[in-house]
């Protein structure tokens, strides 16, 4: 278990803004003898990248013009994921191998299954209140609040560490574990995916609402989405 029950983990406080702030975006991983999904402690930076190329589309004998641009496939998202290390707890053990004190592992290739990482975005208590949707959960760790507060969940599935190092100076004390991390899938938790990703994502010309701010480039469907010039 490591320092998992160490007062690091306590719940602190953290400023009513309408801006989100890193201190109210947790981090967990099934974290190794905890049988539960486990905040992360101790994490400096957690960062998420995604890309995908657009091939634009033209036409020979109608000019230097784009008659369309189509996504290409989204490449696997990253993540990186740094903390401080601690002596009874290093990031194999928080996303659920056995090393460190609790088994064998110590690289990269002792890593033989994926791992599932949870993000819960905590809204402060200024918004809490009116934010509604089925992907919005009651924050975790709040049994003794007097007010609930709200959280935007994110899972990312099936994730491989795809770079892992430590770093021991001289003129530092603080030892610093930094890690990148691929992903298969990122998901709600809730909602079930696929080409209609079970209700409109915004932007759509079936929406057929005043507004709904499709693109003028579908011609028609833009005259009824009310775009203005």
């Given at each position: ?9 306590r719940m602190g406080t953290a400023p009513n ?75 194999f053990q928080m996303i659920g191998y056995k ?11 002792h890593h033989r299954w994926p791992f599932d ?113």
């Amino acid at each position: 278990m490591g320092d998992i029950n160490s007062y690091i983990y306590r719940m602190g406080t953290a400023p009513n803004t309408r801006v989100a702030v890193s201190q109210k975006n947790k981090v967990y991983g099934y974290t190794v003898g905890q049988n539960k999904f486990q905040q992360f402690g101790v994490t400096s930076e957690f960062t998420l990248d995604e890309s995908r190329t657009i091939d634009p589309v033209r036409g020979i004998g109608y000019g230097d013009t784009v008659a369309e641009l189509v996504p290409s496939v989204t490449e696997p998202m990253t993540m990186t994921l740094n903390k401080s290390l601690l002596y009874a707890m290093n990031i194999f053990q928080m996303i659920g191998y056995k090393g460190g004190i609790d088994g064998l592992v110590r690289s990269l290739r002792h890593h033989r299954w994926p791992f599932d990482i949870k993000q819960e975005l905590v809204f402060s208590e200024l918004v809490s209140q009116g934010v509604t949707g089925e992907n919005i959960k009651e924050a975790a760790n709040q049994k003794n609040a007097s007010t609930l507060v709200k959280a935007l969940m994110t899972y990312f599935e099936g994730c491989w560490l795809n770079s892992y190092g430590t770093s021991y100076t001289s003129d530092a004390a603080i030892v610093t574990e930094t890690s990148s991390v691929t992903v298969t899938d990122i998901v709600d938790g809730v909602s079930e995916y696929g080409e209609f990703l079970n209700g409109d994502t915004g932007l759509s010309l079936m929406d057929n609402k005043p507004g709904s701010g499709a693109s003028r480039i579908f011609g028609i469907a833009a005259s009824a989405a009310t775009i203005a010039a």
